[in-house]
């Protein structure tokens, strides 16, 4: 666990943060079939969330808590609690928003949030994506992105077409290819009015099939979405999340 605070920047000795807690909540947010309930099984370690089958079908039909313990060597349990979410279409209004803040304990309880972007269409629409982050932005205020990891989904369907033009000097690397879509989403979030000093810290990750570790870009996503998810996380919590992915599951 020290190793990891220490590799990530985080303070060694935790006895030293204020207000340090034993229980860290996570959501979970993004459209119908951004690919939200198979991040959630991938960051709990078991199939718990029921993946979309078909295009015209939404799986998550309400807020849903997974909740996992941890155990650190000085026998401490921790616990992180996921919160997978319907998906934030069109329709989803005030109180959507109210429903979601009372489920995880208020919005001040949220420690980290993880918002999924599906990258499997040919390119970032607008009007599929900014509607999502003006609501966000706007029930939960422009703060709410200062804890929050970007995940830009089905990057391993991406990887796949790009691997079928790979003799084709013209067609858009992986890498540049995240680059696009990073690029379009920063500037979406300013047109949600986000501060621009928010904006030019997001993280935005690729997120693949979590039976499947590696992407282009890197050996293993889910390992380096882990160590995103701590820097992005409220300081308060950060120790439940070294003890998720470093301790000894319960």
């Known amino acids: 666990l ?8 985080l303070p060694l000795d935790f006895s030293t943060i204020k207000n340090a807690k034993k229980n860290a909540t996570v959501i979970v947010a993004g ?11 991938a960051l709990v370690g078991a199939v718990v969330a029921k993946e979309r089958e078909g295009i015209q079908k939404r799986q998550t039909e309400d807020f849903e808590k997974f909740t996992q313990s941890s155990r650190t060597r000085s026998t401490d349990e ?7 979410s319907p998906g934030l279409d069109t329709e989803a209004n005030k109180d959507y928003f109210q429903k979601l803040k009372k489920s995880c304990g208020g919005a001040g309880e949220i420690d980290v949030m993880i918002y999924c972007i599906d990258i499997s269409g040919c390119r ?4 599929e994506i900014l509607p999502g982050l003006k609501k966000l932005t706007l029930y939960f205020g422009p703060d709410i992105w200062k804890n929050t990891v970007i995940c830009l989904t089905h990057a391993n369907i991406v990887a796949g077409r790009i691997a079928e033009h790979e003799d084709d000097q013209e067609h858009p ?8 879509w990073r690029k379009k989403i920063l500037s979406f979030l300013q047109k949600a009015n986000v501060p621009s000093k928010i904006v030019d810290s997001i993280s935005i990750e690729p997120a693949g099939l979590y039976t499947e570790s590696e992407l282009p870009d890197r050996i293993h996503w889910l390992g380096y979405l882990w160590i995103v998810f701590l820097q992005r996380c409220k300081v308060e919590a950060q120790l439940c999340i070294l ?3 470093y301790g000894s599951s319960q």
């Open 2 to 9: 020290r190793f990891m605070a220490g590799a990530c920047a």
């Open 173 to 180: 690397t992986f890498e540049k290819t995240l680059d696009g």
């Open 78 to 84: 921790y616990t992180i609690t996921v919160w997978d």
């Open 31 to 41: 459209k119908a079939g951004s690919g939200k309930s198979l991040l959630v099984n």
């Open 124 to 127: 970032a629409q607008e009007d």
């Open 243 to 245: 003890a998720k992915k």
